[in-house]
């Protein structure tokens, strides 16, 4: 009897050691992604300038410039990845044009995978908009394709496909995690050697890899399935040993109306706007500004909370928007929005953080916080941004 006690003892001290590592892993990686995505911002930044500006005097400069920002966003997907496993990352699910991320991930594909492989993708003309997250997408795209390439080592076909799909009572019935309605389906199919039975069973599962340690982590179909089913969606896989294997995912239509395609890059708000600016990274508040000033703002820029509060209270009611970073010394961005908020409430403010925080709904209302965003952030979305921001004010 003893010897079971002891036995259940140290199981749960190994548990115990096991979340707690896992929690430092996650602090561990919240504070290089801070750093890193703060590195990243500059790169992005700066290569969009320097792009923006050889468009018309050396063409041939730009094609450089795209491997460079094509280089920083691997570089984001990996610290967003990190975050993933660490559990850390706070997604969020919004409208997405799912044919667009997809055709988007199958251009890049088509420019990485083996010559031998051919990539077919086929849609229907038209496809509602689904509740998704567009970086989860597109990292479940890579994953499915890499799994799937890795199975044609002699070359093969790869099908991606998209259509409507209606789940009724019966599939409801088969799948419980989702309710009947709207979907749109992803299907990622290839010709390989397929899986048997025993594999396909334990092919979802963390770290459950076929493939050799130096190939393969077992983290592909994992991820694509937590993707999945973070934006209420579900994902199951049909393989038979010769045949190849289908991996579909079901994306729920959303009912929130999307923006328009538009071209973000030529938008000026219009009259002109003044924006305040306060990060604690001097080449951050440099590139923040040319940037906001291409894009037709005025910006008035700050690397110390204090003094932006100063000029706040001589001058606020010039400013017409707030953008301001998250983690500063002596004053954090939620703490600098309320001041902001309390002399003018009806200030729209956005918040800016290399750090993934799950901030409380509660205390960015309370600040007048209108949205999060990550970064590194790219100069279109940041444009999205400001303009949304502004609307509503």
């Known amino acids: 009897m003893s010897d079971v006690v002891d036995d259940a003892a140290r199981e749960q001290a190994e548990q115990r050691r096991q979340s707690q590592k896992m929690e430092a892993m996650g602090r561990l990686a919240g504070g290089i992604a801070h750093d890193f995505n703060n590195i990243l911002g500059m790169i992005i930044g700066f290569t969009e300038l320097a792009r923006s500006s050889a468009r018309e005097t050396a063409p041939g400069v730009v094609t450089d410039l795209d491997e460079v920002l094509r280089a920083a966003e691997r570089g984001k997907e990996l610290v967003e990845r990190i975050l993933r496993f660490s559990r850390r990352e706070q997604v969020v699910p919004e409208a997405i044009h799912l044919d667009t ?8 594909l088509r420019a990485t995978i083996p010559a031998g492989i051919d990539i077919r993708l086929r849609h229907e003309g038209y496809l509602p908009p689904v509740v998704g997250n567009a970086t989860g997408v597109h990292h479940l795209m890579m994953n499915l394709a890499n799994n799937a390439v890795h199975a ?6 790869l099908e991606v496909a998209l259509e409507s799909f209606a789940a009724n009572d019966a599939f409801v019935r088969a ?10 389906l992803l299907t990622i199919r290839d010709d390989g050697h397929g899986m048997d039975v025993a594999t396909r069973q334990r092919a979802i599962e963390p770290f459950f890899t076929t493939k050799a340690s130096e190939r393969g982590t077992g983290l592909g179909l994992s991820m694509a399935h937590g993707v999945v089913r973070e934006q209420g969606g579900t994902m199951w896989l049909d393989s038979e040993p010769g045949l190849g294997t289908t991996v579909c995912c079901l994306f729920p239509v959303s009912g929130a109306p999307t923006d328009l395609r538009l071209d973000l890059y030529t938008t000026t708000p219009e ?11 001097p080449s951050l508040i440099r590139l923040g500004e040319r940037r906001m000033q291409d894009l037709g703002y005025d910006v008035v820029g700050f690397t110390e909370p204090h003094a932006a509060l100063e000029v706040f209270r001589e001058r606020g009611a010039g400013i017409d928007l707030v953008i301001t970073d998250y983690s500063m010394p002596r004053m954090n961005g939620i703490e600098l929005a309320r001041e902001f908020h309390r002399q003018r409430p009806e200030l729209p403010i956005l918040l800016l953080t290399g750090y993934v925080e799950d901030f409380p709904l509660s205390a960015l209302e309370a600040s007048g916080i209108r949205r999060v965003l990550m970064k590194p952030i790219t100069v279109a979305a940041l444009s999205d941004a400001m303009q949304g921001a502004l609307a509503q004010h």
């Open 101 to 108: 991320v997809v055709a988007d991930a199958v251009r890049l």
């Open 175 to 184: 799948h419980p995690e989702i309710q009947q309605g709207s979907f749109v």
């Open 271 to 281: 009259p002109r706007k003044t924006v305040m600016l306060v990060d604690d990274e």
């Open 152 to 157: 044609m080592p002699q070359g093969g076909t």
